[in-house]
């Protein structure tokens, strides 16, 4: 029994770090990452979180939210990916947009994920961006907070 035991809490340990390990590769370069904000909607923990992912050639944008239970609805009002070449002054100028074509939502639910790959438009430094507002609603009580993330490639 004292064996089993122990090659258990070996094979947890090995998974454990294997699994940290993984989880904190870049999933594409150096640059990539994102940012979360905690709240609370109707007494329930949630987090939004936004991420910019670049990569040769394209971009991946991603938009999440979580709630550690069932809220009544959790998704985004509205969501936009944004691509800004560096101008020889040092001011960025929009030269790309995708605005999601509406806000989305899962009902009665704990989670809402999507993301979108876009290509690269100007060969400068460029200014990569995932923002918007998210939208958790539980009862009457709703919290929809901005959030936005930016990348330099």
């Avoid at 936009?80 to 509406?102: D, F, L, M, V």
Wanted: charged share 15%; aromatic share 12%; hydrophobic share 30%.
């Amino acid at each position: 029994m004292k064996r089993l035991l122990n090659l258990t809490t070996k094979r947890v340990t090995i998974d454990t770090l294997t699994l940290l390990l993984l989880t904190n590769l870049p999933l594409t370069d150096s640059h990539a990452g994102g940012t979360q904000l905690p709240g609370y909607v109707g007494g329930v923990s949630v987090r939004a979180e936004k991420g910019v992912y670049p990569s040769p050639g394209s971009w991946l944008v991603t938009v999440g939210i979580y709630a550690v239970s069932t809220v009544g609805t959790i998704g985004y009002t509205w969501w936009t990916a944004r691509e800004e070449c560096k101008q020889p002054n040092g001011s960025y100028t929009i030269i790309y947009q995708w605005n999601a074509p509406s806000g989305a939502a899962n009902y009665s639910s704990t989670q809402y994920y999507s993301a979108g790959t876009h290509y690269y438009r100007c060969s400068s430094t460029r200014r990569l961006s995932s923002l918007g507002n998210h939208d958790f609603k539980q009862s009457a009580d709703i919290w929809r907070p901005y959030l936005g993330w930016s990348e330099l490639k």
